[in-house]
């Protein structure tokens, strides 16, 4: 009682928030029940002057601060759960917030690498960027004489009590709307929930970001197109990152990539493989590729920061992804149809001819049109809103691509507006499907699953064993029937006992609450 109270206490502030940015001000009254409408009326009265400019929903979570700002951020990605409007206002939230003190940081630094920082670093600067979770600074190493910048990465203090409190309350309004609403069992705002509350979880935790980027250096090795920065692991630990210093030239910064006479077209494309090549072919990639964490070296490689937010897609999901592009390209609706149906998204009683149809409706707009007016991310959301009227359940990996190739497509043909999108995924595409699901790709399909199939049978004689002794339990319990010893049938009768006193106290308590309730009501 006294938790679900601190809840609604911390929520109507939030509501109150809300109302005075004008967020109630969007709200159909039409769709909202009689009680509602009245509510809306009470919250409109109290809209601050101006209120009714700007992105109302933006601009209240901004103020009530990381959990929240970091709530928005998420459902931008989850269109399924708050609408597309509603989604693409959310896309335009920015993770920015005024720094904490540098008093702060170096107190965070020296207590977490146990060091001053003096000792840590050479120089430690000012802050140049700051977040709900972190912010960072500009520093500098010494080994053997010799200077080196870094970026440090500092969380902010006392940010994850902060992040659990406002998580808790989330968690109570998903679990009251699930027990109350169809709708809301339908979108699993729980698991929602639950998902952002791992993704948070992960990023603050620096040493995970620390070995993201460890993960994708190892993957991008051999690419001429595109690198991330290197991690100094001496000093990264779970409330520091320390990691290679970016000079070059940001992808949000067009006058600088124009002075220096950068081929944006092909910039475009190296934005666009990069993305897909990490998607398709290692199955990792970064879920936050927004020009400002996108940077030109100077050898003219793309280099990524910022990989707090990664996405994973297993060998099912790169299958699916690689062959409903390619059978779109090719027209190949069938295809595209039977894949669904394999991968286990769309149940097996529905039609594979009628989802099939559905498909078509989709990609035969896309050959009317030029190359330019084709978006693949569009194509994508299209696809999963058709997915729905065949029972597909929400997959937050493949909505996750979806949104991120909006963003890249988005920084692409932001240097190339005439880029021709499927043109250039087409080889990235090609090589993933020839490489996996071509001889190449079977044969080694093959060998994995006869070294499967040889740790099974190697196991094969310990689960025989296992059988025969279950088995001949089950007979003697079969004969003989269950025996409990006497402690055993102690112990449950004072376990009983113990519940049922509880019990009988609990009904006291709440029959003098109430008693004690009408008395105060009579004498008012």
């Known amino acids: 009682m006294i938790s679900a109270i601190t809840h609604i206490a911390r929520l109507a502030r939030a509501g109150y928030v809300f109302a005075r940015e ?35 929903l933006s601009r209240a979570l901004t103020r ?31 993770d920015r917030l005024p720094p904490f003190s540098q008093s702060e940081a170096e107190a965070a630094i020296a207590l977490s690498l146990e060091r001053p920082v003096a000792q840590a ?14 912010q960072v600074h500009r520093g500098e190493t010494e080994h053997d004489g010799v200077r080196t910048p870094v970026a440090v990465k500092v969380l902010r203090p006392n940010v994850a009590a902060r992040f659990r409190r406002d998580l808790a309350d989330f968690f109570f309004v998903a679990h009251k709307a699930e027990a109350h609403s169809a709708e809301a069992r339908r979108l699993r705002l729980i698991e929602v929930i639950n998902t952002m509350s791992r993704s948070v979880a992960m990023e603050m935790d620096l040493r995970l970001e620390a070995a993201a980027l460890s993960e994708m250096a190892e993957n991008t090795r051999d690419d001429p197109d595109f690198r ?15 990691m290679e210093w970016i000079d070059g030239i940001a992808l949000s910064d067009h006058a600088r990539l124009e002075a220096a006479q950068v081929d944006l077209p092909e910039l475009g494309r190296k934005v666009i493989q990069s993305f897909l090549r990490h998607a398709l072919r290692d199955g990792f990639f970064h879920a936050d590729m927004h020009p400002g964490n996108l940077f030109l070296d100077d050898a003219g490689r793309l280099v990524a920061v910022d990989f707090g937010i990664m996405g994973r897609l297993g060998m099912k999901e790169r299958r699916f992804l690689a062959e409903i592009l390619l059978g779109f390209i090719t027209r190949d609706y069938r295809r595209v149809a ?18 099939a149809q559905a498909i078509r409706a989709i990609g035969e707009p896309i050959h009317n049109r030029t190359a330019e007016e084709i978006s693949m991310a569009k194509l994508l959301t299209l696809l999963l809103e058709v997915t729905g009227l065949f029972d597909m359940r929400t997959r937050p990996e493949l909505i996750l ?14 240097f190339d507006p005439k880029l021709d999108i499927w043109k250039v995924a087409d080889p990235v595409v090609r090589e993933w499907i020839e490489r996996n699901l071509g001889p190449v790709g079977r044969i080694q399909g093959a060998m994995s699953g006869a070294g499967e199939l040889g740790r099974v049978l190697a196991s094969l004689p310990a689960l025989a064993s296992r059988s025969v002794t279950v088995l001949e339990q089950l007979e003697t319990m079969t004969r003989e029937g269950l025996t409990l010893s006497p402690a055993t049938i102690a112990a449950m009768g004072r376990t009983e006992g113990r519940k049922s006193r509880w019990r009988t106290i609990a009904l006291w308590i709440i029959a003098v609450t109430f008693i004690g309730i009408l008395m105060a009501v009579r004498q008012m």
């Not at 670093?121 to 972190?134: D, K, R, W, Y």
């Not at 290197?230 to 990152?241: P, S, Y």
């Open 22 to 56: 004008g967020v109630f001000g969007v709200v159909d009254p039409t769709l909202v029940p009689p009680p509602g409408q009245l509510a809306l009326r009470i919250a409109r009265l109290i809209e601050r002057p101006g209120a009714k400019s700007g992105p109302h």
């Open 64 to 94: 009530l601060g990381p959990a929240y700002l970091k709530l928005g951020q998420f459902l931008a990605t989850r269109p399924d759960v708050v609408g597309v409007i509603m989604a693409r206002d959310l896309e335009s939230l920015q």
């Open 121 to 134: 670093f050479a120089s430690f600067g000012p802050a140049v960027a700051a977040a709900s979770i972190a």
């Open 228 to 242: 991330v920065p290197t991690v100094d692991w001496d000093r990264t630990t779970h409330n520091v990152l320390t």
């Open 401 to 414: 691509l979806q949104k991120t190739m909006v963003v890249v497509e988005g920084v692409a043909r932001g």
């Open 338 to 355: 039977e894949v669904h149906f394999e991968a286990g998204y769309v149940p097996g009683h529905h039609s594979v001819e009628n989802f």
